[in-house]
């Protein structure tokens, strides 16, 4: 793992090293740095269709709207019994969970994703917090067993990985150090809620 994942300030060593093992059994060991994009990409693919998540394309293209995406995204949580609602604020409070996200899901507690009350679908930032957690919600239903660090990797790199991230060495550190963050933030939130 690079050393400027290290540099990115917040993240507990527990985390990281937990993250490697995880990372370590997840992509082959003999990648290389320049084999890496390549793989991410496809996995990528691989779990967009595992998710059944609708094609980017057409709005990557200019076919389509991000809110005709977004409403894609909605109709695939409906078919999948997973309600979306707006009280993000009023669930992160109730729950004691961080706040300064667009979304979260409530595995444990309503099987809902909750997102905030100006959530906007025109919003690109928004749409992917939704595609994330719509991610989190197919996998507590299909495999609630899953560990924490590849729910993190999965949903990422469905919502987030771009082929110019998995590119460029400094925006693919930033993209791991997001998922690391979150495990531990996951983490910290489930120890300080169980107190």
């Known amino acids: 793992m ?8 917040g993240i507990n060593e527990n985390s990281l090293n937990e993250y490697e093992k995880f ?4 992509i082959p060991e003999n990648l290389t740095q320049e084999q890496l994009p390549t793989f991410l990409s496809e996995k990528r693919s691989e779990l967009r269709v595992k998710y059944g998540m609708p094609d980017r394309q057409p709005v990557l293209d200019g076919k389509e709207t991000l809110e005709e995406y977004h409403e894609k995204l909605l109709l695939l949580a409906g078919e999948k019994e997973i309600g979306v609602v707006s009280d993000f604020e009023k669930f992160v409070q109730k729950h004691h969970l961080p706040e300064g996200a667009n979304a979260c899901f409530g595995d444990d507690t309503d099987y809902k994703i909750h997102v905030k009350k100006d959530f906007n ?9 939704l595609e994330h957690e719509l991610v989190h919600a197919l996998q507590y239903k299909n495999e609630p067993g899953m560990p924490i660090e590849q729910k993190e990797f999965e949903a ?15 925006l693919r550190d930033i993209f791991f150090s997001l ?5 531990d933030g996951y983490k910290k939130s489930a120890i300080s809620t169980e107190k």
């Open 2 to 9: 690079s050393e400027s994942i290290k540099a990115i300030g």
């Open 23 to 26: 990372i370590r059994t997840f």
């Open 121 to 129: 679908p025109n919003d690109v930032p928004n749409v992917k917090s």
């Open 156 to 170: 990422y790199l469905v919502a987030d990985g771009l082929d110019d991230i998995f590119k460029n060495p400094n």
């Open 179 to 183: 998922i690391i963050s979150s495990v």
